[in-house]
Nanobody
Framework: QVQLVESGGGSVQAGGSLSLSCAAS????????MGWFRQAPGKEREFVCA????????YYAASGKGRFTISRDNAKKTVRLQMNSLKPEDTAVYYC???????????????????WGQGTQVTVSS
């Protein structure tokens, strides 16, 4: 069983930056693909990005490509989401998730993940 705890959310003005972190406990962190999803008010949860466990390949949704960067530190059992040039439409609860699958299309879907954090709120004001 893997427990995931997100941190780093908050409020920022448009154009600003935020860095989210997700700390994992339990399980073997290096064996999991790690992903970030988000859910805006009144909308379904959507994929943001992921990083696989075998070679660190990364996957990004179009909405964050070029602005968001995902990275992982296996020694610290953490995954980080650096978000730059934030827009009001990035406002959402951001969730960290862990998958036993090593990349591929499935890690851009909710069903591809086995464990989820509780989420952290990101609010971007115009």
């Amino acid at each position: 069983q893997v427990q995931l705890v997100e941190s780093g959310g908050g409020s920022v003005q448009a154009g600003g930056s935020l860095s989210l972190s997700c700390a994992a406990s339990g399980g073997t962190f290096r064996d999991y693909t790690m992903g970030w999803f988000r859910q805006a008010p009144g909308k379904e949860r959507e994929f943001v990005c992921a990083i696989n466990y075998s070679d660190g390949s990364t996957y990004y949704a179009a909405s964050g490509k070029g602005r968001f960067t995902i990275s992982r530190d296996n020694a610290k059992k953490t995954v980080r989401l650096q978000m730059n040039s934030l827009k009001p439409e990035d406002t959402a609860v951001y969730y960290c998730a862990a998958s036993l699958r090593d990349g591929g299309a499935i890690v851009s879907t909710e069903v591809g993940y086995d464990y989820w954090g509780q989420g952290t709120q990101v609010t971007v004001s115009s």
